[in-house]
């Protein structure tokens, strides 16, 4: 079963936009993890956060977790096209990784 | 460093028939996991391997589905006999150890196609 939920299901936007992804689960965890799979290819991790976390930076990407409301988000800032991706959140607790639905997020020129 | 390596990339197969799939860790890599993903879906895991033991394979279907990791580093998930709902992407991923927050490091996968 899958514990994440992701909202929207799907994005589109245009470049230089930010764009929003959020996630929500639904049992405790250890940290929560962001992985972007291009079409047809494997899934890149992009970032983890840590159940003690708020929020994380790495480069253009920003994560916060609000762990009593079982939810994190995802921002994407300054988006290119070559973000176009679909963008999976996970959730780590009992040493077991479990993916949410994902966002398919289109980056129009 | 060298990534997860997976073959075949593609198969097709007619169902009732048998198929492999091969998975090459990281290096240095205890924790492997195998990973079903159905179009449209995100990936569930199947089995999970520390070091040559199994720690989960709650979701495996055991009546048709079986993997081993021989000496703790390469591994193998075998379907016989496939139906029809296998289809599916198979997805490999290592990682250093699963008690320790780390990231996955995920192979290309195998799109499994039954026809």
């Known amino acids: 079963s899958q514990q994440g939920e992701e909202d929207p299901q799907a994005l589109s936007i245009q470049e230089g936009e930010n764009a929003t992804m959020n996630c929500s689960y639904k049992t405790s965890i250890n940290n929560l993890q962001w992985y972007r799979q291009n079409s047809g290819r494997g899934l890149v991790h992009l970032i983890l956060i840590r159940s003690n976390e708020r929020e994380k930076h790495s480069g253009r990407l920003r994560v916060t977790l609000d762990t009593s409301k079982k939810s994190s988000s995802l921002l994407i800032t300054a988006s290119r096209a070559a973000d176009t991706a679909s963008y999976f959140c996970a959730t780590e607790g009992f040493q077991k990784l479990v993916f949410g639905t994902g966002t398919r997020l289109l980056v129009s020129p | 460093e060298a990534g997860v390596a997976q073959s075949p990339r593609y198969k097709i197969i007619e169902k009732r028939q048998s198929v492999a799939f091969w998975c090459n860790p990281i290096s240095g890599h205890a924790t492997l996991y195998w990973y079903q993903q159905i179009l449209g879906q995100g990936p569930k895991l199947l089995i999970q391997f520390q070091n040559n033991g199994v720690v989960d394979d709650s979701q495996l279907p055991k009546d048709r589905f079986s993997a081993e990791r021989l000496k703790g580093v390469d591994s193998t998930l075998k379907i016989q006999p496939a139906k029809l709902e296998d289809s599916a992407v198979y997805l490999c991923?290592?990682?250093?150890?699963?008690?320790?927050?780390?990231?996955?490091?995920f192979g290309s996968g195998t799109r499994l196609t039954v026809v």
């Open positions: 991923a290592s990682s250093l150890d699963s008690q320790m927050p780390y990231g996955y490091t």
